[in-house]
């Protein structure tokens, strides 16, 4: 977008990234009278859904809860045809979203924010485009979303293949055709999972290389759950507080017993029940004590090591897509639509790098353990850099001028995942230190959004012009977040909740395992007491 834009350079609020956060943030502060622009690097609304779109993209959380929920007319107007909707049908209901509500006025597509910088004269931030256009506005919203920065592989001769290669969070538009082709797909964690049996379905054969076996659970796709269409319609209002009110931001009975206390037989039958039920969660929650104990998580484990023996015929193959290492749960479980039957067939080749590493990249192939596979198409299903990545990859300069890059050097300090010491009137939604990444994302997205939006309201009756979160309650709270992850089994294992994914980031768990419900009720114990750990003047 050029300098020649006739929407407003000066506004109350900039707001970058038009995905589910940043449709949502606008429609709220311009119902709260403020003057907003929202900034999207796509040439359409839907953030993740706008760029990810490999094959068998598809959210992992029951559509009919993978929605908003502010508005009861949109949700029981919408109609889902999915128990888990693909990615073109999720584009195709944010993009209703932005109709709906003509939200398109105020947005700028097709644009980048390079730079955010604090001006501590005039109490105000500038905002520079790759379109060249400079922004002003009291306040910015990061609404830049989790796993929105690709993450590629340091690989030697990775710019040296001469065929198509691709990223599953950056696809193209137009469809790709593997068919009659060699392809190697890079990486099994949630992208991979989806895109294999798809890409298996098309190519001539298909090489997957594994560093790093994941578990995944079937996802028993079908239409959704008429009960839970039901109540959204016609109970919306106690189904939404219950959503907002749960651990995980589902609808799931919380378990009050631990895997140990029950028999060998009961704990068997019930994994076997939530296995078939097919939810994200199920087994993780089938117990109270998964992700605390070890011993326990081994149960979970051992079960789902035992159906990948009982899908996959070859035994050594079977074994190498079992998780080994690191406990059930502590690498985001997947769920997954015929994934490890994909392996029988006799046209994909299952390369295991934890036994031999690839060597390198070359023109024609991939080289393991001095054998080079000869292929037609790379894909890399290497996910992201999770949660901090995308925020860092502004330049963004708060007092002083000091960067965001530096004041997070050793790992992300923020107070509630919302507001940053140091950088006043900027707001990062769902950021590192919010439980987002372990919850439902819409849950997750509509409280902040709504709570930020109370702190701007609370601000304007006040008449204060800057609010920055203190530097001790910073400080407590970043501590606390990592005393309530290292309760857990989490940081023993090498996740993208660590960090651990992209060389050189310092290694923290980043999201707030305490639980949509509980950082709710927080957050807003902090707003009755005047904003609490805020500094407001």
């Given at each position: 977008?050029?300098t020649?834009?006739?929407?407003p ?14 449709l ?6 311009r ?8 900034v999207?690097?796509g ?25 908003y ?13 999915e128990r888990?909707?693909?990615?073109p049908?999720?584009?195709?209901y ?6 709906r509500?003509d939200?398109r ?25 790759d379109g ?6 009291a306040?910015?919203v ?17 710019d ?16 790709v ?18 895109l ?6 098309q ?9 790093t076996p ?12 008429p ?7 016609e ?7 219950e ?29 076997r ?22 011993e ?8 789902v090591r035992?159906?990948?023996a009982?899908?996959?015929?070859d035994p050594q193959?079977?074994?190498d ?10 690498k ?9 039957a ?6 994909v080749?299952l390369v295991?790098?934890r036994?031999?590493?690839i ?8 080289v393991v ?16 850099d999770?949660?901090?990545g995308p925020?860092?990859g ?27 010491s140091?950088?006043?009137?900027l ?32 601000l ?10 203190d ?24 996740s ?5 994914n992209?060389?050189g ?28 750990g805020?500094?407001?003047?």
């Open positions: 977008m050029s020649t834009d006739p929407r350079a000066d506004v109350d609020v900039v707001v970058v990234g038009a995905g589910f956060a940043g949502y943030a606008l429609h709220r502060l119902g709260q009278g403020m003057s907003v622009r929202v999207e690097a040439s359409d609304v839907g953030g993740t859904w706008f760029w990810n779109r490999y094959p068998g993209a598809r959210c992992d959380i029951e559509s009919v809860f993978y929605s929920s502010f508005d009861a007319d949109l949700a029981r107007e919408w109609e889902w045809s888990y909707a693909a990615q049908e999720i584009l195709a944010l993009q209703h979203v932005a109709d509500f939200l006025r105020d947005i700028t597509l097709d644009t980048r924010v390079l730079s955010a910088h604090l001006d501590e004269t005039a109490g105000r931030w500038t905002v520079t485009t060249g256009e400079r922004l002003t506005a306040y910015v990061l609404a830049v979303g989790l796993l929105s920065s690709t993450n590629l592989p340091q690989i030697e001769g990775r040296d293949f001469a065929g198509p290669t691709y990223h599953t969070g950056a696809w193209p538009h137009e469809p055709d593997f068919t009659g082709r060699r392809v190697g797909v890079i990486g099994t964690g949630s992208s991979g999972i989806q294999i049996p798809l890409v298996a379905e190519a001539e054969h298909l090489t997957v290389f594994q560093r994941n578990f995944s659970l079937p996802a028993k796709n079908g239409a959704p759950d009960a839970k269409v039901a109540r959204v319609r109970d919306h209002a106690a189904m939404k507080e959503l907002r009110g749960s651990s995980y931001g589902i609808l799931l009975e919380p378990p009050t017993q631990s895997a140990l206390e029950v028999p060998a037989a009961e704990r068997e039958a019930k994994y029940e939530r296995w078939d039920e097919g939810t994200l969660t199920g087994i993780l929650q089938a117990y109270n004590d998964l992700v605390r104990n070890e326990s998580n081994h149960t979970a484990a051992e079960f035992q159906r990948i009982e899908i996959v015929h193959v079977a074994a897509l079992m998780p080994q290492g690191y406990a059930y749960g502590t985001r479980p997947c769920l997954d639509t015929d994934y490890y994909t392996f029988n067939r006799d046209d080749t295991n790098l036994r031999t590493p060597e390198r990249i070359t023109a024609r192939g991939v353990d001095g054998v080079e596979h000869e292929l037609d198409d790379l894909v890399y299903a290497t996910g992201y999770a949660m901090t925020l860092l502004i330049d963004i300069r708060g007092r002083e001028g000091r960067t965001l890059r530096e004041t997070w050097a050793d790992g992300p300090r923020s107070y509630l995942g919302i507001g940053v140091g950088f006043p009137n707001f990062t939604l769902t950021g590192p230190g919010s439980p987002s990444a372990l919850s439902n994302a819409v849950v997750s997205i509509e409280q902040h959004v709504e709570w930020v939006a109370d702190l701007l309201g609370h304007r009756e006040r008449g204060a012009a800057l609010v920055e979160a530097d001790q309650a910073e400080k407590e709270w970043t501590e606390h977040v990592q005393v309530a992850g290292n309760a857990t089994l989490y940081p023993r294992t090498d993208w909740y660590m960090g651990a992209v060389p980031k310092p290694r923290v768990f980043l999201p707030y395992i305490g639980g949509v419900g509980n950082y709710r009720a927080h957050c807003d114990q902090v707003a009755r007491e005047g904003y609490r805020f500094v407001i003047a």
